[in-house]
């Protein structure tokens, strides 16, 4: 019932940001709490950040904790991932994701994902 589309990737040097944006298409984007997830090679998919349906409540992994900052525009349809201090572990693609609830969102299984935008962070 929603469909989201991740943009803002890219390739940045380590100390670097980037801004990612996750444009959704739903009849109603404010009953929808927002997430962003991360998957690097090799590794399993892993919980990056998370919003609440007004953006009242943030939630942040520890790795990202005081780099990273989640948004929600439920005007513009829109979430957003600011990262700043980028470092090469943050090399992954990032995922966004919704969920009406915010409790499948921090444990990671969420009703709806977007296709993924490729983050790469050089040394």
């Avoid at 980028?86 to 994902?113: F, I, M, N, Q």
């Amino acid at each position: 019932q929603v469909q989201l589309v991740e943009s803002g990737g890219g390739l940045v040097q380590a100390g670097g940001s980037l801004r990612l944006s996750c444009a959704a298409s739903a009849r109603t984007f404010s009953r929808y709490n927002m997430g962003w997830f991360r998957q690097a090679p090799g590794k399993e998919r892993e919980f990056v950040a998370a919003i609440t349906l007004s953006g009242g409540r943030t939630y942040y992994a520890d790795s990202v904790k005081g780099r990273f900052t989640i948004s929600k525009d439920n005007a513009k349809n829109a979430a957003y991932l600011q990262m700043n201090s980028l470092k090469p572990e943050d090399t992954a693609v990032y995922y966004c994701a919704a969920d009406a609830s915010v409790t499948p969102l921090r444990s990671g299984v969420p009703t709806h994902w977007g296709q993924g935008t490729q983050v790469t962070v050089s040394s």
